[in-house]
């Protein structure tokens, strides 16, 4: 069975680096997902992205972030001066065509020191 | 805003036992219902979903769930739970309105004793 795979499956960076976290979506899926859930709390949408724009985005998702399909296969999250409150899971999720089901990856959890 | 809530935060139980978990949303228009599970060093996987149609769906593993709308609330049960049901669940909506993203609940932990 298909599955949405992320790496790395941890980071730990210094505050003030930037990070690359990669997700590759389920083949024939065309929307894209990142969640993150910090430790203890729910977790957060933060954007989605179709046909190679982002089509919905949270309060979280300010200008620190970007996110990009750089080839056919990978979905990536920039984080370009990571902060102490950055620390979390990040969850990648793809969904195909018409079906309203999204699909999760493992998870990269991220420790900003 | 919209939101999510989910009525336990763990819940421990012995094989057998019945399980009932439950999960309400704020009124937000027409929405679309999951279920994940997290299973110990495991990404998260769809139990059920409920999108329209018989308020009762079933799932994989014996999980059940029912959408009640008049409550806002869409409960997931298992009758008889076994050892290896020891997860996190998490209840997700999708508020049609608000676009394609999920707003989850806070996750039950359910230990199941053997």
């Known amino acids: 069975e298909p599955e949405v795979t992320q790496t790395p499956s941890h980071q730990v960076t210094q505050m003030g680096q930037e990070v690359i976290l990669r997700c590759v979506p389920i083949?024939?899926?065309?929307?894209f997902y990142w969640y993150r859930q910090i430790l203890g709390q729910k977790v957060e949408f933060l954007v989605s992205?179709?046909?190679?724009?982002?089509?919905?985005k949270s309060e979280i998702f300010d200008d620190q972030f970007s996110v990009e399909r750089p080839d056919g296969s990978n979905f990536t999250l920039k984080i370009r001066s990571t902060k102490l409150e950055d620390s979390a899971m990040y969850f990648c999720?793809?969904?195909?065509?018409?079906?309203?089901?999204?699909?999760f990856g493992p998870g990269t959890r991220l420790l900003v020191l | 805003a919209q939101s999510v809530s989910q009525h336990n935060h763990h819940v421990i139980l012995s094989e057998a036992a019945s399980l009932e978990l439950g999960c309400n949303y704020s009124?937000?228009?027409?929405?679309?219902l999951f279920w994940y599970v997290q299973y110990p060093g495991q990404h998260l996987q769809l139990l059920l979903k409920?999108?329209?149609?018989?308020?009762l769906v079933k799932g994989i593993k014996g999980f059940e769930a029912e959408f009640i709308k008049s409550k806002f609330s869409f409960n997931l049960r298992k009758p008889s739970v076994q050892w290896s049901d020891t997860a996190e669940y998490f209840c997700?909506?999708?508020?049609?309105?608000?676009?394609?993203?999920?707003?989850f609940g806070g996750g039950t932990r359910v230990l199941v004793k053997p």
């Open positions: 999720a793809s969904s195909a065509q018409g079906e309203e089901t999204q699909y």
């Open positions: 083949s024939n899926h065309l929307y």
């Open positions: 992205f179709y046909n190679n724009e982002i089509s919905e």
């Open positions: 009124y937000g228009g027409t929405v679309n």
């Open positions: 409920y999108f329209s149609g018989d308020p």
């Open positions: 997700a909506v999708n508020f049609k309105a608000a676009g394609n993203k999920l707003t």
